[in-house]
């Protein structure tokens, strides 16, 4: 996940931050914490429901596709009606999803249903609370409160495989749709102390954010189903997209953004090593289940120490590119998120611990990466256009997930990769992962020289 703040003018109104600031960091760690507490538990879900690794990918493919869009929304939203309304209801529709997901858990098409719902509820949290440090915090306390959010979303998001092996692994995978339960408890507070704002002007393109939904959507069912009439029904959408941005005041996604070069190729390195990444790790179990035989519990063990350290990492990454340039961190990033890829595809059948600390690297090289190129990609805009510019990068990068998520799904399904190249072992389970994780290294590879040749003369720190 890829949370970016926003240039949003202060209100003149007092807020107690001693009491908000916790309130805060708690929503946004049960808002995170969906996007993997799942993920240990997709050998489960897949053995009740028969599924194959396309099928399951929906699990956590439909809740980032309404996450990110729907954080837009909120977003656009936040100009025009109270923040306290829109976090309240946020919360009430993550926990219906989360109610209809439990209630029902016998089922895959409610089980999805239900994600889509958290995704939607989800959303506001982190979309509307950089919004309400932003216009209520003055300005020479936001950088430490973003910092403290920023740490709580690496926590939040290197904790979910542990809980959701835990949960999963001791009672059933259901009861991660209890989770988010917890948030209930906040919204007597939120009503309490944010304060009560008049409604604004504006408007949202939601003909926009529809046509985007559906165009997602129908690209990712084409890459489950492969029917060429989704095929089709993807391309007229993406036609009639484009038209309508085109033509329309204030669209979903202003087409301007994408004149400018540095950031259109900004935007194309960020899709495309974070679908690597979300793809990786919605790969990893599978992979531990299928080769090794891990438990669900023992799987979120394997993912703890890697998804701990992306917060040390990811504010050292931070005050690096500072002193260093971003170019600088990018190549380290890079590296070691190679080096990880390599090690993996190799080894990933002798010891489940070797693939544990090889996933240290990736998620340390993913931390420097993503935020020497956050930095870069927000040099390339003007200040007026840097909150809508960078809300269009968040929006492209979880996006990105669902996409990687749901093509390695396909990957696997076919058994196109089912053969050996590199792998040291010759357990046959592993070829396939392995020959994907190459791919991923060549995708890495292509993606750095991008960056590289697009940044290079980007002014560096002193």
């Known amino acids: 996940m890829n949370l970016i703040e926003m240039d949003i003018p202060t209100i003149e109104t007092t807020v107690n931050a001693k009491k908000l600031v916790p309130w805060i960091s708690y929503l946004i760690f049960f808002a995170v914490l969906n996007e993997t507490v799942f993920n240990v538990a ?43 309304r829109l976090i309240v209801i946020g919360v009430v529709i993550y926990n219906i999803g989360s109610i209809i997901g439990f209630v029902f858990q016998s089922s895959y098409l409610l089980t999805i249903v239900a994600r889509a719902v958290q995704g939607i509820g989800a959303s506001a949290i982190p979309a509307l609370i950089f919004v309400v440090v932003a216009r209520y915090f003055p300005a020479a306390e936001r950088g430490k409160i973003f910092g403290l959010i920023t740490a709580t979303v690496s926590f ?102 994408f004149k400018n070069r540095l950031f259109r190729n900004g935007v194309l390195v960020g899709f495309s090593l974070f679908s690597i990444v979300i793809g990786v790790l919605f790969v990893i179990p599978l992979m531990l289940h299928d080769v090794h035989g891990l438990s669900t519990s023992e799987i979120g063990l394997i993912l703890f120490p890697g998804a701990i350290s992306s917060v040390v990492f990811g504010p050292i990454g931070g005050s690096l590119a500072d002193r260093k340039g971003n170019n600088f961190v990018v190549v380290i990033g890079l590296s070691l998120l190679l080096t990880s890829l390599i090690l993996i ?30 930095n870069s990609v927000s040099q390339t805009l003007p200040v007026r256009e840097t909150g809508v510019g960078m809300g269009l990068f968040n929006l492209v990068s979880i996006i990105s997930g669902a996409m990687g998520t749901a093509l390695v799904g396909k990957i696997l399904d076919g058994k196109w990769l089912a053969f050996r190249i590199f792998s040291v072992s010759s357990n046959s389970k592993a070829f396939a992962y392995s020959n994907l994780l190459i791919l991923f290294s060549i995708v890495v590879i292509l993606g750095g020289l991008l960056y590289l040749r697009s940044y290079r003369n980007l002014p560096q720190a002193s």
């Open 42 to 84: 997709t050998p489960q879900i897949a053995g009740q429901f028969s599924l194959d690794s396309s099928g399951v990918s929906w699990i956590m493919t439909i809740f980032m596709i309404f996450f990110g869009i729907c954080s837009v929304i909120y977003g656009k939203l936040s100009d025009i009606y109270s923040l306290r």
């Open 156 to 257: 939040g998001i290197g904790l979910g495989p542990v809980i959701g092996g835990f949960v999963a692994g001791s009672l059933h995978w259901s009861f991660l749709f209890v989770i988010p339960l917890f948030t209930l408890i906040s919204i007597p507070f939120l009503m309490k102390e944010l304060p009560a704002e008049k409604r604004g002007e504006g408007r949202v393109d939601i003909i926009g954010a529809i046509l985007v939904g559906l165009t997602i959507g129908t690209l990712m069912v084409y890459l489950t189903f492969s029917a060429w009439y989704y095929l089709a029904a993807f391309v007229i959408l993406l036609a009639g997209f484009i038209l309508h941005i085109r033509t329309t005041t204030n669209p979903f996604i202003d087409p301007a953004f």
């Open 345 to 374: 595809s190799l080894l990933m059948a002798n010891s489940p611990w070797l693939v544990s600390a090889s996933l240290l690297l990736l998620y340390v090289g993913f931390s420097l990466f993503q935020t020497a190129l956050v």
